[in-house]
Structures are given as C-alpha cells and as structure tokens.
C-alpha cells in the first residue's frame, strides 16, 4: 500500500548539467502534479499530467524545464542545463480522479553547485 | 498572481490552547479547499478539506471553516498540542483540477 514514492531524495548537480526526478503516483491514480519549493517559499504549482498527456502545465518556466507522465513508468521532471536557481525541494502529487484530494510524495530536494 | 494567501507566517499558541490559521483566496472558481501540514524534510501531508457546499467540516480536533463571501477560510486546531507544531499550507483548486497553495503558517504549539 505505498503511496507516492519520489528518488532521488536528494540530487546535486552542477551548473549546466541535467536533473531526472522521478515520481510514482499511488498505485490506481492518474492524475501526477508537480510542486516546487523555494527556500523559505511556499508551493508553487508547476504542471498537471494525466497518462500521455499534459493538462496544465501553466506554472512550468518556459525553457529548460518538462515533465512527462508516460503509459508505463514514474512521471518524470526533467530540468536541462541547471542553474542555481533551480535549486529547491520538488514535490509531486497523486489523485485518483481530477479534484480529488491530492496525495504528496516526500519530495526531491535539487542542490545546483 | 496569488490566488491563495496566508498573511500570518507564523502562529504561537500555548498547550491545550485553540489555534486558529486562516485563509483567504480571490478566485470565486475554487470549489475545494484543503488544508496540509508539513514537517521539516518531508511532503505535505493531506489534513483536512471542504467543498464549497458546506461551511463547515470537523474531523477529531480539526475543523475547517468556509466564508464563501469573504473568500476566506480557517483552521481551527482544539486542543493544541506540541505534536500539531508544523506548517501549515491552506490549498485551493477549482472544476479544473489545479491546485494553488498558501505560502503556509508555522505553527508553534509550547508545553
């Protein structure tokens, strides 16, 4: 019974290079989010994905970032070309059905050297 | 834009005292509103919510209260206890699913 699982915990990159976080939704749910939290910010909605298909994704920055939630595998948020800007905590969120309560991961937490 | 906020950030309340965090929001589209709670390192934890058809929802100490003309709802915690010291994220999401966040109250609960 596991809910929503989140790896790497903890990932440092260094400027320039790629971050791949991973999110499995609760077994049954296909609606992902991600979340983003800045140091001493709260969350800040990035994208909403169903299987194959994003449906919002109004709070990702416009370059460098994307999300995907395939038909077999974990959701996947893909950060190219880090800064240090980037680095913060980065939930995803799982729901059965859209407007369902939402079910957090423990998150990843990005440090960009 | 932010749709959801959360002008306390911080709380302190003594043992056994009510703790009172509340919420407003300027979107009139939200029609669910939950509340979370974060320890340190770890996710958001699913507390409590409310649909916009009712004005109120207890669960155990937690009750979430929902002034739909003022745009504002609140949690109260009866009795508080050292255990509820966290922050705590007020969320809101409309028919489209999307969910905006507080930027979150912490919550001190002393002995």
């Known amino acids: 019974n596991a809910g929503v699982m989140q790896n790497p915990r903890h990932l440092v990159r260094r400027r320039g290079q790629e971050a791949r976080l991973r999110c499995s939704p609760v077994k049954g749910h296909s609606h992902v989010y991600w979340y983003r939290q800045l140091p001493e910010e709260g969350l800040k909605f990035m994208v909403y994905l169903q299987k194959e298909n994003i449906i919002d994704e109004s709070g990702m920055p416009k370059e460098r970032f994307s999300a995907e939630f395939p038909k077999e595998g974990p959701s996947i948020l893909r950060i190219q070309q880090v800064v240090r800007g980037d680095s913060a905590a980065y939930f995803c969120?799982?729901?059965?059905?859209?407007?369902?309560?939402?079910?957090f991961g423990p998150g990843t937490r990005l440090l960009v050297l | 834009d932010q749709q959801v906020k959360q002008n306390s950030p911080s709380l302190s309340v003594q043992e056994g005292r009510i703790s009172i965090l509340n919420c407003d929001y300027t979107?009139?589209?939200?029609?669910?509103f939950l509340w979370y709670k974060k320890y340190p390192a770890e996710g958001p934890t699913f507390l409590i919510s409310?649909?916009?058809?009712?004005d109120k929802n207890e669960d155990g100490r937690f009750t979430v209260f929902l002034n739909k003309s003022a745009k504002h709802l609140s949690l109260h915690i009866v009795p508080s206890q050292p255990g509820d010291s966290a922050v705590y994220f007020c969320a809101a999401s409309a028919y489209n699913n999307d969910m905006r966040f507080g930027a979150g109250t912490r919550l001190t609960v002393k002995p």
């Open positions: 979107n009139s589209m939200f029609d669910y």
């Open positions: 969120a799982s729901s059965s059905t859209g407007g369902e309560t939402q079910y």
């Open positions: 409310i649909s916009s058809i009712k």
